[in-house]
């Protein structure tokens, strides 16, 4: 499940899936690299662009608020 933009105040969660392959030589499986999202990351590069554009306009608690980020650290 990665997490995108959200869709008026709805939350968007995208369910993805990789295509899997063996290689050929090592006999290792591997899935196919996406151009949207980055190995381990559970949300959208997109969401990610966002959410730093929010915390450069705004403060943090403000964007917290919103509910992309927490305060937390």
């Known amino acids: 499940m990665i997490k995108d933009l959200p869709f008026g105040e709805k ?12 290689c050929e030589q090592s006999k ?4 196919e690299d996406l ?8 949300f959208t590069n997109r969401l990610a662009h966002k959410t730093i554009q929010e915390v450069l ?7 917290a608020a ?4 927490t305060k937390d650290i």
């Open 35 to 42: 151009d949207f999202v980055k190995k381990k990351i559970t």
């Open 66 to 69: 919103k509910g992309i980020v």
């Open 28 to 31: 290792k499986p591997f899935s």
């Open 11 to 22: 939350e968007v969660f995208l369910e993805v899936n990789h295509r899997q392959f063996k």
């Open 57 to 63: 306009e705004n403060d943090i608690h403000s964007v």
